[in-house]
């Protein structure tokens, strides 16, 4: 079975350029995890979805990030116009949900390293 | 909030010998609790979690995990390193009864194996 697929594997951009970061979770699975990687901060939860409904953007830096969801099967990441501290890896991740209850294993993509010079 | 701590941002060990890797966490009810690992240039796996029910969960690759209440602690441990386990281990809380909403990792802790 395929895993979470994430496009790019590798960006580099200027600054205020826009970058959108794609996910492809693991069919069936209902929840679906952004996270951000740095060595400063460590692993950030940005945002996840439910069903394809965001449930918690409270990770999501500022107004120039934002996260869709239009179908079970695809996610973007969006960073609109980009800086240079946005530079970092980006995680996706997805899990199989039981109404409330997860089955606590999330399935990560191989992430999305970000540039922004 | 829950959190959780990680004790050294780096442990290097020989081959063959002990690994332990530190957790402790913060919660307000019964945590759910989980060990990562993440191999150069890969996303993250599973290595093992606890769930409530035996506080000494065995995973993958040797690993074990004792959950200790008292001590608020969820140390990763393996008997015997080998150059394959050098990767970044995290150790993560769950905010929710049930498993994997809002997972909080900690900061990651780099493990060597020496030759």
Known sequence: ?117 | AQSVTQLGSHVSVSEGALVLLRCNYSSSVPPYLFWYVQYPNQGLQLLLKYTSAATLVKGINGFEAEFKKSETSFHLTKPSAHMSDAAEYFCAVSETQGGSEKLVFGKGTKLTVNP
């Open chain 1, 1 to 117: 079975d395929a895993g979470v697929i994430q496009s790019p594997r590798h960006e580099v951009t200027e600054m205020g350029q826009e970058v959108t970061l794609r996910c492809k979770p693991i069919s069936g699975h209902d929840y679906l995890f952004w996270y951000r990687q740095t060595m400063m901060r460590g692993l950030e939860l940005l945002i996840y979805f439910n069903n394809n409904v965001p449930i918690d953007d409270s990770g999501m830096p500022e107004d120039r990030f934002s996260a869709k969801m239009p179908n079970a099967s695809f996610s973007t990441l969006k960073i609109q116009p980009s800086e240079p501290r946005d530079s970092a890896v980006y995680f996706c991740a997805s899990t199989r949900g039981s109404g409330r209850e997860t089955t606590g294993e999330l399935f990560f993509g191989e992430g999305s390293r970000l540039t922004v010079l």
